[in-house]
């Protein structure tokens, strides 16, 4: 279905819901779209973190990634006594 077609089909369902549910159904629309607000939020957000690194030399990252390795190793190789 192309889009003309799907928009259309979209107004004519609308138009023969009764008035009655019309206020949840705009309530469903909005939640819908504050979704995809704040999907391009974190994709925003997720993106300024990725390139965080970007002005990092290959050194310093390397770095950076065997003292994460290390550090997560150590905080999850301890030994538990029960």
């Known amino acids: 279905m192309v889009q003309a077609e799907l928009y ?5 369902k ?4 009764p008035i009655d549910y019309l206020q949840q159904i705009d309530n ?3 939640d819908i779209q504050e979704g995809i607000k704040n999907k391009e939020k974190n994709r925003n957000a997720i993106l300024q973190l990725a390139g965080a690194w970007s ?3 290959e050194t310093d990252f390397e770095d950076y990634l065997n003292i994460a390795k290390d ?5 999850f190789n301890r030994e538990v006594e029960l």
């Open 8 to 12: 259309q089909s979209v107004l004519h």
């Open 14 to 17: 609308l138009s023969l819901i």
């Open 55 to 57: 002005d990092m030399s």
């Open 28 to 30: 469903y629309l909005t």
């Open 71 to 75: 550090s997560g190793n150590e905080l």
